[in-house]
């Protein structure tokens, strides 16, 4: 299967900073999107990009798909204990003739008040 | 609230017993799908619907596992044989078809096998 690489993997972060993220891939994506998963609970589609270039707001969060249509990276303004939780990036590659979505390993992202 | 279900939530078994999960997408979404979960991972696809129809299978949904989707509503995820490695959270998500992209997740079944 395809490879997403998410760094970092873990992030603790003091309340009201700002946080960066960001995925890659060795291959060409047609989409990227990001998710938000608290535990014990499925994703929560964020943000989902679908140009190269496109750069799309939700809120405090910022995506933007990258350039080279090899990665994606995901902004957070303002940081907010709510905003724990694990943060996928999920694609479909270009070469995918299918209806299906590679996600990445996730970055952990832990906020202390 | 009319997002996806799951039934149950958690699920302890014993190995080699057959499990069944079912899913209730929202009621206009043509496609279902359905991932697998571990720990520390993100989901990996398993299998779709699209209606009633099984349009495509991952390498991972080896033949103990089948799906169904028998009126194009809701889905079963059926194991047998359960072994240790199906240990895992089992999510279902839905879509419209023309925005399959935009995909909502369930809450999971998480499946424990001794």
């Known amino acids: 299967g395809q490879q997403l690489n998410q760094s970092p993997q873990s992030m603790f972060i003091q309340e009201g900073e700002d946080v960066s993220m960001n995925c890659t891939s060795s291959?060409?994506?047609?989409?990227w999107l990001w998710y938000k998963q608290d535990p014990g609970e499925g994703p929560v589609l964020l943000i989902a990009?679908?140009?190269?270039?496109e750069l799309t707001s939700n809120g405090r969060l910022t995506a933007q798909f990258g350039i080279t249509r090899k990665d994606s990276f995901l902004n957070i303004s303002a940081s907010i204990p709510s905003d724990v939780g694990i943060y996928f990036c999920?694609?479909?590659?270009?070469?995918?003739?299918?209806?299906?979505?590679?996600f990445g390993t996730g970055t952990s992202l832990t906020v202390i008040p | 609230d009319t997002g996806v279900s799951q039934d149950p939530r958690h699920k302890i078994t014993k190995r080699g017993q057959n499990v069944t999960f079912r899913c209730d997408p929202i009621?206009?979404?043509?496609?279902l799908y359905w991932y697998r979960q571990t720990l520390g991972q993100g989901p990996e696809f398993l299998t779709y619907?699209?209606?009633?129809?099984?349009?495509?299978k991952s390498r991972l949904l080896s033949d103990r596992f089948s799906a169904e989707r028998p009126k194009g509503s809701f889905s079963t995820l059926e194991i047998q044989r359960t072994e240790q490695g199906d240990s895992a959270m089992y999510l279902c998500?839905?879509?419209?078809?023309?925005?399959?992209?935009?995909?909502?997740f369930g809450p999971g079944t998480r499946l424990l096998v001794l």
């Open positions: 619907f699209q209606n009633e129809a099984q349009l495509e």
């Open positions: 291959s060409i994506f047609n989409t």
């Open positions: 999920a694609g479909q590659p270009r070469s995918n003739t299918g209806n299906q979505f590679y």
């Open positions: 009621s206009e979404h043509n496609r």
């Open positions: 990009l679908y140009k190269a270039g």
């Open positions: 998500a839905s879509s419209f078809l023309t925005l399959w992209e935009t995909q909502y």
